[in-house]
């Protein structure tokens, strides 16, 4: 009775609209604060190299062009970068450089969006990537994962 009588006023219908919304926006906050986070914190790159096999903890970047790389060898370094922003430019990026003595040069380049880290299979999300140091002589394999 109560209700059909507040629908009969306009300013009844309007404050009722607006509970109806609160308790829905309420509802989706206690929703997402409840779920547990879609993106992992950390992913881990692991390489190995002549018998040496490392993991490399990786944390997103906060400046993608200041991120620092890893010595594999006394040739070959990986950098390993996890731009999260723009999202549209979500991503793993990992670059293979061949250090020479006029300076580093990439051999090897992937990059794997962040829609991909779900998709573990044996070898992580990217599954083994292999790049050689010039002229062919050694080869690092590496692939990373997204821990769960």
């Known amino acids: 009775m109560v209700f059909s009588r507040c629908f ?13 919304r609160a308790g829905i926006a309420l509802f989706c906050n ?3 604060a409840a779920a547990p986070e879609a993106r ?3 992913l881990r790159c692991h390489y190995d190299y002549g018998g040496e096999h490392a993991v490399v903890a990786i944390k997103p970047a906060v400046d993608p062009y200041t991120e620092g790389s890893v010595a594999v060898g006394s ?8 731009q999260r922003a723009p999202s549209t430019l979500a991503a793993l990026h990992v670059y293979t450089y061949a250090v020479g ?8 380049q992937g990059s794997w969006p962040e829609a991909q880290f779900a998709a573990q299979g044996r070898y992580g999300f ?15 394999q590496y692939w990373c994962e997204a821990p769960p």
């Open 8 to 20: 009969q006023s306009p300013r009844c219908q309007i404050a009722w609209l607006l509970r109806q």
């Open 30 to 32: 206690l929703l997402a």
């Open 40 to 42: 992992a914190a950390e």
């Open 75 to 82: 040739f070959l370094r990986l950098r390993m970068v996890w």
């Open 101 to 108: 003595p006029d300076g580093p040069v990439i051999v090897h």
């Open 126 to 140: 990217t599954g083994l990537q292999r790049a050689y140091e010039p002229p062919g002589a050694s080869e690092v």
